[in-house]
């Protein structure tokens, strides 16, 4: 009998030739044959095998009757019978995560409250038939849970989270982003008011938001240490201010699309909360490069900065990060159109563990820029360059040559690369996953050559 407690499984080819029904089959049977075998699972995680059906998780469920731990997301062929069966047999279940499981219903989330009521962690972020009616039974018979997710559960409303905060409050993890129109102020001020212990806080989108939400957030808790409220062009810098003065332990703070916040909310946080490790600020045009360097002074831990489309920053702010924050893995610069070389060189020459970069739309960028990164940044995992017109294809073959863990390429728009740059990245393929090539000037057979070389890329553009 097999001792293992904790199984992971990913994608993977079992076929001998790859073909799709082989890999279906294949899989069910090998999850059926583990779980016959592996009685004492505590943990399975199969997110993102898309071809699992119900038949692998029933079997899951009547021979795993221990299990704490299930991950099925992203596996949309699931339906209520898998869940309901798992709720039935694993009554110890803890932790479910079944995001983008589309097929589900209240009558699977309904079940699992009603049989798991020692659930901590339940995420069903994307399950659009999700609606009040089985939140409202987590809310009232699992009252430990520590963690909820509803992200893009259109169907909720208000009703819902505030009863989660009446009943579970344990609570410190939520993310209600994008739940639509129908969440207000009243289920943020719940929340914070009853689960003082919040830590983590998402409500993207939830358009309605206003002050009220933050200024509550900042009364009740301190403890608060990602705080992400994106879209919520309501929200002004009066929260923001009272947000970094009494919730200094935050780590991480997402105010995109939040345009009515200026400096002084920025430069406030960077006095406060200076253990923050990521600031995204995309399109708060109004700030400047006050904001950036205060935040370069006092965040020396900042890991990843997001200034897209704030028109006002120049290279001095963008310098003073690179020789202040010297961590930084994650920089997105979208249409900041005052940048130049200096700041990139600058960013190469200082942020070395960089892994992510996005210049895109920096049309005062060239070659020196983009060489300089391949050469001391050599860990870069994702670059963004897309309508970058100055560049050429000595850029794309530096990045090529000397960035061997390169995953995502956009060159798009790049109309002075030509066949050159395909040639080396055919020449130099190490696991590129995805490369767009819209609208740039490379031939269809230089490019039909790649794709053939290389099948698992996935090629945007380039007219294939």
């Known amino acids: 009998m097999c001792q293992l407690s904790s199984l992971t499984i990913r994608n993977i080819n079992v076929g001998d030739d790859g073909d799709d029904d082989e890999l279906m089959t294949m899989r069910d049977y090998n999850i059926r044959s583990i779980t016959h075998h592996c009685t004492g699972l505590l943990l399975l995680d199969v997110s993102s095998c898309h071809e699992l059906t119900d038949a692998s998780i029933i079997s899951i469920s009547a021979h795993c009757t221990g299990l704490q731990t299930l991950k099925v997301a992203q596996c949309k062929k699931l339906t209520d019978a898998s869940i309901i069966s798992i709720s039935t047999y694993c009554t110890g279940l803890q932790s479910l995560n079944v995001s983008l499981c589309k097929k589900l219903t209240d009558a699977s989330i309904i079940s699992i409250s009603t049989h798991c009521t020692g659930l901590k962690v339940l995420n069903v972020s994307y399950c659009v038939n999700i609606t009040d009616h089985s939140i409202i039974s987590v809310a009232v018979c699992c009252s430990g849970l520590q963690s909820l997710d509803v992200g893009r559960c259109v169907k909720l409303s208000d009703s819902c989270i505030i009863s989660i905060s009446t009943y579970c409050t344990r609570l410190t993890s939520l993310n209600v982003s994008y739940c639509g129109y129908d969440i207000t102020d009243d289920s943020i001020i719940s929340i914070s008011t009853y689960c003082t212990g919040l830590q983590s806080l998402d409500f993207s989108g939830c ?28 929200i002004t810098d009066d929260s923001i201010l009272l947000i970094s003065t009494h919730c200094t332990r935050l780590q991480s703070l997402d105010v995109s699309h939040c345009v009515r916040l200026t400096d002084s909310s920025i430069i406030s946080i960077s006095l406060y909360c200076t253990e923050l490790q990521l600031l995204h600020v995309k399109w708060c045009d109004e700030l400047t490069d006050a904001s950036i360097i205060s935040i370069s002074t006092h965040c020396t831990g900042l890991r990843s900065l997001d200034v897209s489309y704030c028109k006002k920053i120049t290279d001095d702010s963008i310098i003073s990060i690179s020789t202040h924050c010297t961590g930084l893995t994650s920089f997105n610069t979208v249409n900041c159109s005052l940048l130049t070389d200096a700041s990139i060189i600058s960013i190469a020459n200082h942020c070395t563990a960089l892994q992510s970069l996005d210049v895109s739309s920096c049309k005062k960028l060239t070659d020196a820029s983009i060489t300089s990164i391949s050469i001391h940044c050599n860990g870069l995992q994702s670059l963004n360059v897309s309508n970058c017109s100055l560049l050429t294809d000595a850029s794309i073959i530096s990045i090529i040559t000397y960035c061997t863990g390169l995953q995502s390429l956009d060159i798009s728009l790049c109309n002075q690369l030509t066949d050159d740059s395909i040639r080396s990245i055919s020449m130099h393929y190490n696991g590129l996953q995805s490369l767009n090539v819209y609208r740039c000037r490379v031939l269809s057979h230089t490019m039909s050559a790649l794709k053939s070389n290389y099948p698992s890329l996935r090629v945007i553009g380039g007219g294939l």
């Open 207 to 234: 358009y309605h938001l206003t002050d009220a939400s933050i200024i509550s957030i900042s009364s009740h808790c301190i403890g608060m240490q990602f705080l992400k409220t994106s879209n919520c062009k309501k």
